[in-house]
């Protein structure tokens, strides 16, 4: 289906507080009072009291911030999220998500619903959805991307990052290499006319992909690797927040994934199954930066991780299948008829792939 190609300037969201580094999380009550806001509604991740510790709550007192209302977050459920932000008491000035992507999510949700300013604190790098316009919410029965807004505030703690399990850092490393792949599906899906076309969006998104390959070793336990990865997955965030649509960040990658997640016994995380669909989905492409994505899985030790619990051949072969109708008329390289085809011949003889996938 053929767009109407108009185009007007839009106006767009940015967080206002800003702040990456060691030891910042118990400095949040500084950034808050600085900001005016005296009256938190916090909503923590599971077990995310004993990781951050008393400092942070410190931190909050030393400023005479008050928590009015605190909850971990346990499900994700739609109904449950408007509830929740429609019971909190009056004058609070902000909402503060500390943790994961379902703690994130529900808090971000939450302010979206009140029009109140959110703050979000990731404890891990796994995915670009921190600072995206959006959320993964359950909606009867089934997990859907539903329209939120960016955060007023990111504040990452590189001293909490660098205990996270390899896995939470390898996600975040195959939701970023995605870029290349999704790029390149929009500007095809926009070449075709089905997709309108933001030139600052994917610049955005191309930079991103240059912090992370570009200023570094491949340690990914170093300080300078993952304060590489979050500036990374925050700007991924915002590309998306510019074009107004996730296509910046998701193309013919994360389809797979979508499909994967619907398919699979046991889905592996998000980022993972990304990561080797990009490699995938990057072969089919004839991607021009398919050795700098082998480069990265290679050298960062994503490609090892993955061969020590393969993803499972019959499970791809399903994915690759239904991957294109995940979306409607969505072009990626999986809607050419002959992409499936290939797929089989790529998983047959690429050496990276036979690791990946038995």
Known sequence: MRLNQTYTNKQIDIPYLLKIGEGKLAKIGKYLS????????LFLGEGMEELIGDAFFAGLKAFSIK?????????????????????LPAGVDAVIGIGGGKALDFAK?????LKLPYVAVPTV????????????????????????????????????????????????IGDMVSKITALRDWKEAFRKGTERFNDFASLMAYNSLDILFLKHSFDIRSSEFQRSLANSLLISGLAMEIAGSSRPASGSEHLISHALDSISA???????????????CALLQNNEN?????????NTGFLAFVAQDPFDRREIEQALKSAPSVKTDYYTVLSETDSFDRALSFLNTDNLLKQMVK
């Open 125 to 172: 790098m796994s995915n670009d959805g921190f600072c995206s316009p959006s959320v993964s919410l359950t909606v009867s029965g089934k997990r859907k991307s539903v329209k939120s807004g960016i955060p007023f505030g990111v504040v990452i703690d590189l001293n909490v990052i660098k205990n996270t399990p390899d896995v939470f850092l390898y996600s975040g």
């Open 109 to 113: 949700y939450a302010a979206y619903l």
């Open 67 to 87: 928590t009015v209302f605190k909850e971990t977050v346990t499900g994700i459920d739609l109904e449950s999220v408007a509830h929740t932000a429609f019971s």
């Open 290 to 298: 398919l050795a700098d994505v082998a480069s990265v899985l290679k």
């Open 266 to 280: 046991k889905p592996k995380p998000h980022g993972v199954q990304v990561g080797m669909a990009t490699y995938l």
């Open 34 to 41: 600085d900001k005016e806001f005296g009256n938190i509604a």
